[in-house]
């Protein structure tokens, strides 16, 4: 069965600084990779993904992640923090060998402040 | 462009009432639709998942169903609800042939 370990349950992070949301997984055989964000009484959004490639992939906003097949990582990041990324972000993993039906187990979510 | 809607935004129910959400994508067909459940605003739990018109597979038995009458038409239901269904509830839409999943806006249960 597959796995997501977000070990931050929350990032604080000026504004104008990097940003790093942490996020391992475990799943059998290659994965597929995602981070969503959600903001407070809405749905998530969808950021990003990693099906293939390039390890560096880029999102919305200016979001970025980075795929670590030995590290069994994907951490989200982004050069210059906005008072407005402050949000719940949420990592997911699908094993690229499931069904039809396409399932995302998720993490449990890292709360990202960013101060002014 | 495919847009999802659910409704109602918000409910509060009473101990042991019934429960109908309901949920609607537009702008695609034969998508697959999920019903996700989070407590405490934290970690997403899926409940259901549907690839089609009266096709619905259940991930945790509890006192909830599932129906999908219509093949972009999704709703929760359940004929007495607990205290501990309360939450928020997400639906989510995906292709098989491609990857990621989409969220509606959700409905925020409270059930007292």
């Known amino acids: 069965a597959q796995s997501v370990a977000q070990p931050e349950d929350q990032v604080n992070v000026a504004e104008g600084n990097p940003l790093t949301v942490k996020c391992t997984y475990s799943v059998s055989g290659n994965p597929y990779l995602f981070w969503y964000v959600q903001y407070p009484n809405r749905g998530l959004q969808f950021l990003l993904k990693y099906i293939t490639g390039d390890n560096l992939v880029k999102g919305s906003y200016g979001f970025e992640a980075e795929f670590n097949k030995s590290q069994t990582s994907f951490h989200l990041k982004k050069p210059s923090a906005l008072v407005s990324d402050s949000a719940l972000y949420f990592c997911a993993v699908r094993p690229t060998s499931s069904g039809s039906a396409r399932q995302l187990t998720f993490g449990s979510g890292t709360q990202l402040t960013v101060l002014p | 462009s495919q847009t999802i809607h659910q409704w109602p935004a918000t409910l509060v129910q009473p101990v042991g009432s019934p429960l109908s959400l309901e949920c609607t994508v537009e702008?695609?067909?034969?998508?697959?639709l999920y019903w996700y459940r989070q407590a405490a605003g934290r970690g997403l739990q899926l409940l259901f998942y549907?690839?089609?018109?009266?096709?619905i597979s259940s991930e945790v038995p509890q006192n909830l169903s599932a129906s999908r009458p219509q093949d972009r038409q999704f709703i929760l239901s359940s004929k007495k609800l607990l205290l501990s269904d309360s939450g928020f509830y997400l639906c989510a839409w995906g292709m098989t042939a491609s990857h990621e999943q989409y969220f509606g806006p959700g409905t925020r249960l409270t059930v007292t």
């Open positions: 549907s690839v089609g018109i009266g096709q």
């Open positions: 702008g695609t067909s034969n998508p697959n």
